[in-house]
């Protein structure tokens, strides 16, 4: 172990949450992991790695875990999943802003998040504009270095059978040839890429505010 450095996983029974833990594991960055997810997963067989059960509306009561070096952010749900608009946005607004104000407050160095390619609090689809309005309020919270990945398309193996996604994945493999310049950004990526993005990031001394589109997490996933 080379630093004494904490981390903070919200979302890891997830595709890229659990891409990421493992990256973390594997880079050996840090000497504690928490993973805070509402249901217990599968062990990662890391003595680094503990697992909190936690009431997600009820975030202030693990406060405590919030006092690492760095948050990784990496929940979401589909309007599919959730069922309504409302529990949607509890998921993918409410859920992580209040996460980023406890990061604050524990003291951590870096908040990071998975965002997604298109967020914009203006737009009409409301995916897009709960994505954009997530963004928005994380910025005016002051944080020390907020650092918003914004992946297209994710590719790799979920647990769940998404038809749209698998569709879509399908229809990445040809297109994805023809995705160079000024349609780099909407090349679907790998789900390992945005975690080893990430991870990278967080190892980087830069305390910044910056926003990742998708071809930029994969410029930062391939010089590994
Ligand atoms: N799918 C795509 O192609 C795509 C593209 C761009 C961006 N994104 C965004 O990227 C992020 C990560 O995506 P992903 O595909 O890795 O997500 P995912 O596999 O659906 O995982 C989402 C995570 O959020 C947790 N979660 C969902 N509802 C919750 C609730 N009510 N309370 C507590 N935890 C809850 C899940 O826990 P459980 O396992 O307990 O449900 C899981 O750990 C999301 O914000 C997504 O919107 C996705």
């Given at each position: 172990?080379?630093?004494?450095?904490?981390?903070?996983?919200?979302?890891?029974?997830?595709?890229?949450?659990?891409?990421?833990?493992?990256t973390?594991?594997?880079?050996?960055?840090?000497?504690?992991?928490?993973?805070?997810?509402?249901?217990?997963?599968?062990?990662?067989?890391?003595?680094?790695?503990?697992?909190?059960?936690?009431?997600?509306?009820?975030?202030?009561a693990?406060?405590?875990?919030?006092?690492?070096?760095?948050?990784?952010?990496?929940?979401?749900?589909?309007?599919k999943?959730?069922?309504?608009?409302?529990?949607?946005?509890?998921?993918?607004?409410?859920?992580?802003?209040?996460?980023?104000?406890?990061?604050?407050?524990?003291?951590?160095?870096?908040?990071?998040?998975?965002?997604?390619?298109?967020?914009?609090?203006?737009?009409?689809?409301?995916?897009?504009?709960?994505?954009?309005?997530?963004?928005k309020?994380?910025?005016?919270?002051?944080l020390?270095?907020?650092?918003?990945?914004?992946?297209?398309?994710l590719?790799?193996?979920?647990?769940?059978?998404?038809?749209g996604?698998?569709?879509?994945?399908?229809?990445?493999?040809?297109?994805?040839?023809?995705?160079?310049?000024?349609l780099?950004?909407?090349?679907?990526?790998?789900?390992?890429?945005?975690?080893?993005?990430?991870?990278?990031?967080?190892?980087?001394?830069?305390?910044?505010?910056?926003?990742?589109?998708?071809?930029?997490?994969?410029?930062?996933?391939n010089?590994?």
């Amino acid at each position: 172990m080379s630093t004494n450095k904490t981390a903070l996983v919200l979302g890891a029974s997830g595709l890229v949450g659990n891409e990421l833990v493992k990256t973390l594991i594997q880079r050996n960055q840090y000497n504690k992991i928490h993973l805070l997810i509402r249901r217990p997963i599968e062990n990662f067989e890391s003595p680094v790695c503990e697992q909190f059960i936690a009431d997600f509306d009820k975030l202030e009561a693990y406060s405590e875990l919030f006092q690492v070096t760095d948050v990784f952010c990496c929940l979401g749900t589909t309007i599919k999943k959730a069922k309504s608009k409302e529990v949607f946005r509890k998921v993918d607004f409410e859920y992580p802003l209040e996460a980023a104000k406890l990061a604050l407050k524990g003291g951590a160095e870096k908040f990071l998040i998975v965002s997604a390619m298109g967020a914009d609090s203006k737009s009409r689809f409301f995916y897009n504009q709960v994505k954009g309005d997530v963004e928005k309020s994380l910025k005016t919270l002051n944080l020390r270095s907020l650092h918003i990945f914004r992946p297209s398309l994710l590719l790799g193996k979920r647990k769940e059978f998404r038809f749209g996604e698998k569709l879509a994945a399908k229809a990445s493999g040809l297109l994805n040839k023809v995705m160079v310049g000024p349609l780099r950004p909407y090349k679907a990526i790998e789900a390992k890429k945005v975690a080893l993005a990430m991870a990278i990031t967080a190892e980087s001394g830069k305390n910044v505010m910056n926003t990742y589109p998708s071809h930029e997490i994969e410029r930062i996933a391939n010089q590994k």
